[in-house]
């Protein structure tokens, strides 16, 4: 390794120390990253936040795991959830299930994986709204196979028993109606 790269590598390392450093600080004076950054919005407490991110992992693990009553638990009793559409199927497909005993219908089968990343929260008068991207996987094939890319937009409540979603609707990036269609890449030149 040339001592160029050690010390490109080096003042790297530095602005990370330093960026860490400051949001640290934010965070210990019980703001949060993004706000001390001031790039999102109106905060969630640092607390809400870590709450919100456990809901999120809650979600998937009760999914996946097919038990019913700890994935409905994670909406509110008139919680709904409207899943993604899949390429040709119609718009009325997207009918929401509403309700504490339509999710635990729904949460009640396994054999998936979801992962999530990339959370944004925003406070909002009712609560917050959440959005993250959907890798999904089949955990019935050998090898596992994606199923489903997609965008979770959400909103949430904060109840005496924590963070609960309102709503959660999924936006599939192969269905031609949602809003998050990514944008064709433009041909080359020449």
Not at 121 to 137: N, R
Request: glycine share 10%; proline share 6%.
């Amino acid at each position: 390794m040339e001592r160029r790269d050690i010390l490109k590598g080096g003042a790297v390392l530095a602005a990370f120390v330093g960026a860490s450093a400051t949001a640290n600080s934010a965070l210990a004076q019980g703001n949060d990253l993004a706000t001390a950054q001031g790039v999102w919005g109106t905060k969630v407490s640092t607390d809400d936040y870590i709450e919100i991110l456990q809901l999120y992992n809650r979600y998937c693990h009760a999914l996946d795991m097919g038990t019913g009553d700890a994935f409905a638990a994670c909406f509110t009793p008139d919680g709904e959830f409207t899943g993604g559409r899949p390429p040709g199927k119609a718009s009325d497909d997207r009918t929401p299930r509403k309700g504490t005993a339509a999710l635990t219908q729904m949460g009640s089968t396994s054999g998936t994986r979801h992962f999530t990343a990339n959370l944004v929260v925003t406070k909002t008068p009712e609560g917050a709204k959440g959005s993250c991207y959907l890798l999904l996987y089949s955990a019935r094939t050998v090898p596992d196979s994606y199923t489903e890319i997609a965008v979770y937009n959400d909103w949430l409540v904060k109840t005496p028993e924590g963070w609960k979603f309102k709503k959660r609707v999924v936006w599939r990036d192969d269905d031609d109606i949602t809003p998050f269609k990514p944008k064709p890449v433009a041909p080359r030149a020449g």
